[in-house]
């Protein structure tokens, strides 16, 4: 399968711990987006890279949460301190270097602070 | 923040009827998308539509947009028990470098069999 792939799928964390999460786009997607999706919502963006380049960041993202992608390949989403609040689905989704640019998500994780 | 909304909130059918959902937004737009999510599973897309553009077919599926309404709807023909899903749709602001989408809140469709 040559989908996008998260990893892990579920997170439980103790409130106040670091948490890392990797995203593998599809192999030939220069574009990469981090969504987080709460219980009964929609996804709210998070963050845009094209290629390793951070274009974009919302609001959403406070200090605790930093993203990378070296070398424009998978990327990372770290979230440090970890509150109740940041509990919720974690989305990755990647599109081609053309457009129209219709987005393919991975599965998410999923994380839980306890 | 929410893009818009979807309407029904929910919506509950029998097998082989058909399922309308809408979806508003609040921007100018270059495409909009409509994307389904199963209990537990990611987002998997289903059509695309650019702001040109008025009505889409994707097998049982017929996308309308009307940007002077700032609209669209998605219509499901022949529903199928494996249809039972959440339906969002996702607007791609107009002029914006990132294609980042804007999801709407989503409409829980149950195809009873």
């Known amino acids: 399968d040559t989908g996008v792939s998260q990893d892990p799928r579920h997170k439980i964390t103790k409130r106040g711990q670091n948490v890392t999460f990797r995203c593998d786009p599809i192999s030939e997607h220069n574009r990469l987006y981090w969504y987080r999706q709460t219980l009964g919502q929609g996804p709210e963006f998070l963050t845009y890279f094209q290629n390793e380049a951070q274009l974009e960041k919302s609001r959403l993202l406070s200090d605790r949460f930093s993203a990378e992608r070296p070398k424009g390949s998978f990327s990372t989403l770290e979230i440090q301190r970890t509150e109740q609040g940041d509990s919720a689905m974690y989305l990755c989704?990647?599109?081609?270097?053309?457009?129209?640019?219709?987005?393919?998500f991975g599965p998410g994780t999923r994380l839980t602070v306890t | 923040s929410q893009q818009g909304e979807e309407d029904p909130q929910a919506l509950s059918i029998q097998e082989g009827e058909n399922a309308t959902m809408n979806c508003s937004y609040k921007t100018s737009i270059n495409n909009l998308q409509w994307y389904r999510q199963n209990s537990g599973r990611g987002l998997v897309h289903l059509i695309l539509?650019?702001?040109?553009?008025r009505e889409k077919h994707s097998g049982r599926l017929r996308v309308t947009l009307d940007t002077s309404k700032k609209s669209s709807s998605l219509l499901i023909t022949a529903s199928r028990a494996a249809d039972t899903a959440s339906y969002f749709c996702?607007?791609?602001?107009?002029?914006?470098?990132?294609?980042?989408?804007?999801f709407g809140t989503g409409t829980l469709l149950a195809v009873q069999p």
């Open positions: 539509i650019r702001s040109n553009e």
């Open positions: 996702a607007t791609a602001l107009d002029g914006g470098a990132t294609n980042k989408l804007i």
């Open positions: 989704a990647s599109s081609a270097r053309q457009g129209p640019y219709e987005q393919y």
